[in-house]
């Protein structure tokens, strides 16, 4: 049984900072591919950033040059840097796991991950 727990959320002004974490269980290693996604009040949910099993990293053009994406394998740890946060990124952040051998924001907007963590809320204003 896989359990993916997001923290980290909360309530910034616009401009702050946030970062998120993820913590995978019943998952193996968090070197597979991981990453964010987010839903918005009255959005459809939108990948964010992805972390594949190679290294490799994608971003959602809406958060390019704001979000960073890293992980720890040392603490099996996934994270979301938020930077210079605007009201357009309020929503609920999911962290995700794909259990598919590669992964990118664009191969979610087809298919959606297999994993979901239950969400952090992020709140900008």
């Known amino acids: 049984h896989v359990q993916l727990v997001e923290s980290g959320g909360g309530s910034v002004t616009a401009g702050g900072s946030l970062r998120l974490s993820c913590s995978p269980s019943g998952y193996g290693h968090i070197t597979k591919c991981m990453g964010w996604f987010r839903q918005g009040p009255g959005k459809e949910r939108e990948g964010v950033a992805s972390?594949?099993?190679?290294?490799?990293?994608t971003y959602a053009d809406s958060v390019k040059g704001r979000f960073t994406i890293s992980r720890d394998n040392a603490k099996n740890t996934l994270y979301l840097q938020m930077n210079n946060l605007t009201s357009e990124d309020t929503a609920v952040y999911y962290c995700v796991a794909d259990r598919r051998p590669h992964c990118t924001v664009s191969i979610w907007r087809r298919a959606a991950p297999h994993h979901w963590g239950q969400g952090t809320q992020v709140t900008v204003s």
């Open positions: 972390f594949g099993r190679d290294g490799s990293i």
